[in-house]
């Protein structure tokens, strides 16, 4: 292999921690390996440099964008992974996470030469290559499930995901303005939230910056600009805070630091478009971080400090008694400082600031019971991404709830017991049934908010104590999708809704085909069972509840499953069956009860009594018209697409139809003919009034009714009113 400034150098001195961040990107391999040797044994470190020229070898001749040998990139993953202090197993894979997907080295030949735990890391950061997706956005989504799957066997490969994505952010000029705009906006979305999550700031913090300059380089500009403008001013401000924060630390006897922090330009962009403020109120509180010995200590310098400057009411959070999701802990507080202006102070320990900079990075160094461990924390999470996949319709479906999930919870509640729940800001009663567990979820009926009842749509606040309140029967409602907040209630939600889907569509898949097969004088219990054997492995189905689910949504027609299933050729649709029945015996009978798989068209609005007549359309099922609709079609050309449909002889249930009522111009004719409707036992679903010609307006109402016959007894009551001119039902 040629020679190139990778090439390995004795081992040096070890390199400071905090200069490898400032170095230019192209890293010379003899100082990272200088670097591991500070906390890996030799033996380690070798194993590392066998796995660089493995990958320098399998990576020759690649170039990148920036048209630099493809091994830098490896080489400048793992040197972030090394910051992060990993052990040398996830740094092996860090130079080899590109093998698999970008040479002709396979998994199994990286697990023969390194072992299965490397091969599994480097797999599950490659990305899905070898199957065709229908779009780039199914693609990506089904790359990042596979990755965030991996991440909860092992979280390794998360951390190598975030050091691949941050170098790939350092060198992204090289890349088309289009490709930046996208993979930026995958980065604020996905990757820096994900870090967020992890609680490794530094990452997320520079993800954040890097994503904002390439996707928003204009408003960046702008946000920029007026930081400047205001720097002078701010420095000395920052400089007076902090002289007498650490003069008072020092009168008072407590050892500590104080340093004061710049606000991110992300940061600030964020505040103003999430909370509607100016620039000059998001740039008007300066931010100071005092870090002490113990937690005990933390408290006392809060008081120190409220006595130094006087807090702004309603502004404390205390992180330490009741960490964020990610483990994070510390005291916030916001103060009135010198000249009115308003300063953040966060009071935390030394191992809650390595915490809080590193998060779940920080638990191969420092192994803690804690439960505010990031690793424990992340463990939750993860267990929430496998329930959310298991319930997800698809990879795009996950990949969305998992976005939801990702964006940091800021509301607090207990359950009876005490247990801690933390929720998005947002949250209803639904979100916290669904965080506690599923089957509570899905039965919850109502909730005890402090021991008050409340509705399930109740958004709660921090503090609150929730006892939720289930019933066996009970089920959840497609409505609790608009307003659930939380990935997880999103995902067990449509995951119910889509297995009573199946379910539906299975029953009437029975009733469709059974209804064919009477042609044939016969049923599904006396079909052969090699011949429909033969059939579902020709439509490639893994059984009869699939085809007959298939039928009940409307993607194949009982009618030719029917033919097929009996042994005839494959006859067109209309052609006469071979027992020539003229006449279907057996029209599908409509109760009202069939669910999601049988809808009522609005564009007539068919209740019953009225002669009706269906059509599939694939993936809903059927759709019920009334036989005069003009939507339906001619017979001649939907006929394939056509049912045989009646009424049942006692319908359940309630449906809606349209009425339009023209009444004299009154003060008041809207309730009377509303209370008339009411007396006869329906409800108003809709209603729209327009005026017509002055002293008349014309009311059309969407109500309920049981009937035909149900509503011409509300019509004959109008009638009877005396401002009511006319009445007819729409559509006529």
Known sequence: MSADPLTVAPPAARAPESSLR?????????????????????????????????????????????????????????????????????????LLHDVIEDTDIAKAEVAADFGDDVAELVDGVSKLSQIDFDSRAEAQAASLQKMLLAMT???????IKLADRLHNMRTLDAMRPEACRRISRETLEIYAPIANRLGINWVRIELEELGFEHHWPWRRRIIHGAVRRTHGERVEMVGTVERALQQTLVQE??????????????????????????????????????????????????????????????????????????????????LVGPQGVQIEVQIRTEDMQRMAESGIAAHWLYKSGDEANPAALAADWLQN???????????????????????????????????????????????????????????????????????????????????????????????????????KARAGIRSYLKNLKQREALGLGQRLLNAELSVFDLDLDQLETPQLAAYLDEAKLTGLDALLVDIGLGNRLAALVARRLVGGEFEELGNEPRNEAKNHPN????????????????????????????????GRGIVVHRSECRNLGSPERKRDRRLAVEWASEPEGEFSTEIRVEIGNRRGALAVVASAIAEQGSNIETVVSCEKEGMTTALEFVILVRSRVHLAQIMRRLRHIPLVERIIRLPR
């Open 153 to 159: 066997r092992d979280i390794r490969v998360i951390l």
């Open 385 to 487: 991404l496998l329930e959310m996949q298991r319930e997800a319709g698809n990879s795009v479906e996950f990949l969305e709830n998992v976005k939801v999930d990702l964006f940091p919870g800021e509301v607090y509640v207990f359950t009876p017991k005490g247990r801690i729940i933390t929720l998005k800001r947002g949250a209803t009663v639904v979100d916290f049934a669904f965080a506690i567990h599923s089957d509570i979820g899905n039965t919850c009926v109502a909730a005890r908010v402090d021991h008050r009842l409340v509705a399930l749509n109740t958004v709660l606040r921090s503090g609150q104590r929730v006892e939720i309140i289930t019933a066996p029967g009970a089920k959840p409602n497609a409505s609790w999708l608009n307003f659930v907040t939380t990935g």
């Open 253 to 334: 006897g407590i050892p500590g630091t104080v340093e004061g922090r710049r606000k991110h330009l992300y940061g600030i962009y964020r505040k103003m478009r999430d909370k509607h403020h100016p620039f000059e109120e998001v740039i008007d509180v300066s931010a100071f971080r005092v870090v002490v010995d113990r937690v005990d200590t933390c408290y006392r310098v809060l008081g120190v400090v409220h006595n130094l400057y006087k807090p702004v009411p309603g502004r404390f959070k205390d992180y330490i008694a009741i960490p964020k999701a990610n483990g994070y802990q510390s005291l916030h507080t916001v």
């Open 587 to 618: 029209r599908l009978a409509i109760r009202g009860t069939e669910g999601m798989v049988v809808s009522f068209a609005r564009c007539c609005r068919p209740i019953p009594g009225d002669t009706i007549a269906a059509q599939f359309s694939p």
């Open 22 to 94: 400032a170095e230019p990107p192209r890293y010379l391999i003899s100082d990272l390996c200088a670097y591991l040797e500070s906390y890996l044994p030799p033996d380690q470190v070798r194993e590392f440099y066998r796995a660089y020229l493995f990958g320098a070898e399998a990576h020759e001749g690649q170039k990148r964008k920036s048209g630099e040998p493809y091994i830098y990139h490896p080489v400048a993953v793992a040197r972030i992974l090394a910051e992060m202090r990993m052990d040398y197993k996830c740094l092996m894979a860090a």
